[in-house]
Structure formats: C-alpha cells, structure tokens
C-alpha cells in the first residue's frame, strides 16, 4: 500500500515531469518555422574566413557570433544562444556530406555552434550530430573531429535500392504523396510514403540544420530547406528518379511542412564560407567551387533559401551561367529542368517568406 507521504511525493514528481514536457513543447512551438524572425537573413561576411583553402576557426568564430546576435537582437553571444536553447534540451545537428571532399560540413563551423550551445548551458552529451547514412557520414570524416562527448547517428547504414529502410525511420510518421519510384508498387502505400528518422521523433527536441550553398541538378539549389527534406526522411529518390521525372518542387515543401519538421528545426546556418554555383550535389562541384567567404542565418528558412538561391544566380551571371531556373542541361548537370521553384512553393505552404520585399536582409561585413 502507498502511504499518504509517498503518493504527495510521486504525484507531486509526475506533476514536474508533466511541467517540464509542457515547457519544451511550449519552447518548441514558440519557434515553430518559420519561427520569431519570419522573413529576417543575417549575411555576415569574413574576408579572412578561409585561406589557401582552410577554414580559419577565428574568422568562423566571430561570424557566428555576430550573426546569432544580429539575428535575435541579443547583447552577447552567449545570450544570443540562450534564446534559443536551455539547460535540458537535446539538440540534433543535421550535418551534409553530400559535396565531398568540396563543399561540405566543415569542423570549424561545427565547433564553433557546439561551443555556443555549451554558452547555453547544453551538455555535449546532449548534443547529437546527424545524417541520413553511416557509411557517408564516416566516409566525409565527420565522426574523427566531432568533440569531446558530442554524440552522432544515421537513420541507416547502407542505401536500400528505393531508399526504404525502416532501420531508424518512424513508422507513424511520414509524408504521403502519389508519387512512386518506376519500378516500385504503385499500390502499396509504403513506396508512396517518406518516414521521418527516429533521430527527429524520438531523440531530440531540437534541431540546428547546419546547411550549405550548393548547386543541385534536380532542385535548382540545396540550401535549407533540401538539407532537412531529403535528410529527415526516407524514400526521397522518388522525388528526382530520372533526368524528368523530377519532382523536386512539390516534395520538398511537402516533407518540410511535416508538423514534427517545422516545430523542431528551429535555426538554420548556412555555411556559405566556400559555394558551389554548379555541378551538384555531388563530386562534379569541385569544378564550381567558388569562395564566397560568408554565413547566413535564419529562423525562416524560405527566406534564407530564396536569398541563396539569389547569391548562385549571381555567381552563376559571374562565370557567364544562365541562372538556375532558366540553364538547360549540360555535362555536369544533366536533368530536363532544375526546379528551384520548391523555395516559393514552400512560402506559399507557409514555411517562410519568399517574397524579396518583405525579406529582411541584414548585411555585415567584418575583418
């Protein structure tokens, strides 16, 4: 039999467990995207970011800085990450390997945002670095410079012919679309369903989504918004099987709007230090690679894509490229039509600010 004492006693510890759910759903939806700064960027430039090549951890150090306190109005930087982050959470980190060995996460970035979550009071045990497949977040060496006690995961090991492996997807969460590989089974619903990494469902109440500035054949570009929809989910070759049969511009958006996705994924960094304007996702960058020698930030991760997106036209209009809507297929971009349009579709579902006048965009160049 339970006494008096100890019922007061359990009742009163459900009572706080119940508290503290509440507070970190409550946190979490106070940033639900697009979040406090809808249509708000932060371009904060370094010409001294990257030499021969290197990122320059200095020059990195004080871009975060500056630009997390630009984009939340805050007095330090410690403050500024406190804003967003508290003592107790558990804080994912979604990485890109995609670009190697060109353009991908870069470990003085990554430092430099693990060190402002400890500003914030979150433990490194309580951080966890992320991306979709083991053997590719082994393969760019992220799992050789990640520090001391920040822990990392994959959703799977390998690549399953349509991308479905349920390893470490949630099967009670996904994006349902009629949209199917060519030879998968149009009839059974699991082709035509994307489940969202139990690394976002279950092991994390926040998500930073460190993302780059990047070319893609398919999408037009790469930036925030491809980051968290073809990382976050499943069965997403779906979404460009062919060189036409591309759908880009409707399936990102519609994985993005999960409610799962826009509550938890509540900062977006775009490391635009070094970009590749063409030849994406893949090796092909390393001909386009450019050094751009800058970093954005956002809530609103539309607004940051359609600023990027800007920022390869005009790297592109540079070299004598067509922008990315219009550039037929080449050689190292072979699909019909990129569909960069995914970013204002995405703004008409709500995720953000498209258009170009209502966007905020803050410039700072340091040195």
């Known amino acids: 039999m339970i006494g008096r004492r100890d019922w007061f006693a359990r009742t009163l510890s459900a009572g706080l467990l119940a508290a503290a759910a509440t507070r970190k759903a409550r946190a979490a939806s106070r940033f639900t995207m697009p979040g406090p ?3 708000r960027v932060v371009s904060v430039h370094h010409p001294n970011s990257i030499a021969s090549g290197a990122y320059q951890a200095g020059p990195v ?3 975060i800085a500056r630009g997390m306190m630009d984009l939340t109005g805050a007095g330090s930087a410690t403050e500024a990450w406190r804003y967003f982050f508290e003592p107790g959470d558990v804080v994912g980190i979604k990485l890109n390997p995609v670009g190697r060995p060109a353009v991908i996460s870069a470990p003085e970035v990554l430092h ?3 060190s402002g979550l400890g500003q914030a009071g ?3 045990r309580d951080i966890v670095c992320y991306d979709r497949y083991h053997t590719e977040f082994q393969q760019a060496g992220f799992d050789k410079w990640l520090p001391d006690g920040v822990r990392w995961t994959a959703a799977t090991v390998k690549t399953h012919p349509f991308q479905l492996d349920m390893d470490g997807y949630d099967r009670d969460q996904y994006m349902e679309m009629a949209l199917v590989e060519p030879k998968a089974d149009k009839n059974d619903a699991h082709f035509r369903r994307s489940y969202v990494a139990k690394f976002l469902t279950k092991e994390v109440n ?4 460190l993302c780059l500035l990047k070319h893609h054949q398919s999408a037009g570009v790469t930036l925030a918004l491809k980051n968290l929809s ?3 989910v499943n069965n997403v070759r779906r979404s460009h099987a062919t060189k036409s049969l591309n759908a880009c511009g409707i399936f990102i958006p519609a994985v993005v709007e999960l409610p799962v996705i826009r509550e938890k994924c509540i900062l977006h960094i775009l490391d635009g230090v070094q970009g590749a304007y063409h030849g994406g996702p893949g090796r092909k960058v390393e001909k386009y690679v450019w050094e751009h020698k800058t970093m954005y930030f956002a809530t609103d991760p539309v607004a940051m894509d359609r600023v990027g997106w ?5 790297q592109r209009a540079a070299v004598g490229m067509k922008p990315v809507a219009l550039a037929e297929a080449d050689a190292d971009s ?5 569909q960069p349009e995914h970013v204002e579709i995405a703004g008409a579902l709500g995720l953000g600010e498209f258009d170009t006048a209502k966007i905020d965009l803050r410039k700072v160049r340091l040195s």
């Open 206 to 209: 926040k998500v930073i989504n």
């Open 61 to 63: 150090r004080d871009m």
């Open 112 to 114: 430099e945002i693990v």
């Open 37 to 39: 700064f809808r249509g």
């Open 310 to 314: 800007d920022v390869i036209d005009a």
């Open 334 to 338: 072979t699909f019909v039509k990129m």
């Open 122 to 124: 979150v433990k490194a």
């Open 230 to 232: 073809h990382g976050l």
